[in-house]
């Protein structure tokens, strides 16, 4: 079979299933792990499948989701993990949020906080945060994408170098479970990159369903994390990543978050 029939092939069992593996493919097709690679290789730089570890998903229906529609997606369950992630944080203290309908619900849960310095690169952020108890609140230059009022680019990226806060805070659109933290737009993982890099703590947070997602751009790994914050319990692989690298698990909604000591 050649490449085209193999690749048409992969494209067919995606629309049945939602994943394939690279080895159920080898099998399948007969040829070697690095010839089916190279097959979701070419697919997913035409854009017709997104790359996870071992294997290949259908390309996520969240990439291209309304901003609005994402903000109701989980709703409950982003208030609680806020929640959470405003305990972790004290008042007169520095920290960075990155774009997301999460660091928004973040931002909700800080209002109540005093002497905060907060950058972001979310417009709807700032705006949140107006009006309240924040010392000061500082917005990142850079390209507006006007779809959810993220500020992406380079200009963004040099922004975040420029400082070091107490906290990072920042979001995600899929998470693997191998430990992978992962999001669409290679433009603003570059601004994610930079947020994390320059914190002394950084906090995910992410509900579960991400695990159910599929985004091309690795942002970080858990290793990389202090906390993650989410609302479910976390696939077994990638709670022993965590637990192996220190970062600690924290599930909003339960009577005792889920830690790892």
Do not use: W
Request: glycine residues 8%; contains cysteine.
């Amino acid at each position: 079979m050649d490449a085209s029939r193999r690749q048409n092939e992969i494209i067919t069992l995606l629309n049945r299933q939602d994943r394939v593996e690279v080895e159920d493919l080898s099998r399948r097709f007969g040829v070697s792990l690095q010839t089916v690679r190279a097959d979701l290789r070419d697919l997913s730089a035409r854009g017709a499948l997104s790359r996870v570890h071992g294997g290949a998903v259908r390309v996520s229906s969240a990439a291209s989701q309304g901003y609005e529609d994402r903000r109701r997606l989980n709703a409950g369950n982003k208030l609680a993990m806020a929640a959470l992630a405003a305990e972790l944080i004290p008042d007169n203290c520095s920290l960075s949020l990155n774009i997301g309908t999460s660091t928004e619900q973040v931002a909700r849960a800080l209002s109540g906080h005093s002497g905060l310095t907060v950058m972001s690169n979310n417009i709807n952020i700032i705006n949140t945060m107006m009006g309240g108890q924040a010392k000061e609140l500082i917005l990142a230059g850079g390209t507006v994408r006007q779809s959810d009022g993220a500020i992406v680019g380079e200009d963004a990226v040099d922004f975040f170098a420029r400082y070091k806060v107490d906290f990072a805070v920042i979001g995600a659109s899929a998470l693997d479970a191998d430990g992978a933290v992962m999001d669409h737009d290679a433009r603003e993982v570059s601004v994610a990159r930079a947020i994390l890099k320059n914190a002394r703590q950084k906090v995910l947070v992410c509900d579960g369903s991400k695990f159910d997602r599929s985004a091309p751009v690795r942002i970080c790994d858990v290793a990389d994390l202090d906390v993650v914050i989410t609302d479910r319990p976390v696939p077994d692989e990638f709670a022993e990543a965590a637990h192996a690298a220190g970062t600690r698990i924290l599930t909003a909604g339960q009577n005792e978050s889920s830690e790892n000591d």
